[in-house]
């Protein structure tokens, strides 16, 4: 039987969450939804930077990274920026990708340089 699809995400949230906190991580938001510029997963905070992470888990044949598409990381800026706009935040910030292939987790700073 094919598993839930939003199941498995948000397992795979869920294990993202777990992973950031045991690496000192503040968790401040998760499934940020910005009206018609996207959704960013997690938002984070680790040593005075702001941390905008996009989450891809797969179980399939292949790497679930190749689902980080350039246009979803623009979708993640515009989203991180306009997040910062309304919330009135002047601070270093990053965009990051989180990668879970099975139960291994792989942590990506800076995804967009």
């Known amino acids: ?7 498995f995400g ?3 949230e869920s294990l993202a969450i ?4 045991q690496e000192g991580f503040l968790i401040l938001e ?3 939804f910005a009206r018609k510029l996207g959704e960013i997963d997690i ?12 989450v ?4 399939a044949d292949f ?13 993640v800026v515009n989203s991180a920026h306009y997040y910062m706009k309304t919330k009135g935040l002047n601070v ?8 879970i292939r099975y139960d291994e987790v792989e942590f990506i700073e800076n995804v967009t340089l």
């Open 10 to 12: 948000d397992e795979s």
């Open 63 to 75: 790497d679930p990274i190749y689902n980080l598409t350039p246009s979803k990381l623009r979708k």
């Open 30 to 32: 998760r499934n940020y």
């Open 92 to 99: 270093i910030f990053s965009i990051d990708a989180l990668i």
């Open 56 to 59: 891809k888990s797969g179980r």
């Open 18 to 21: 777990l992973f950031l906190e």
């Open 1 to 7: 039987m094919r598993e839930n699809p939003k199941l």
């Open 43 to 54: 938002i984070a905070k680790r040593d005075d930077v702001w941390h905008f992470i996009e």
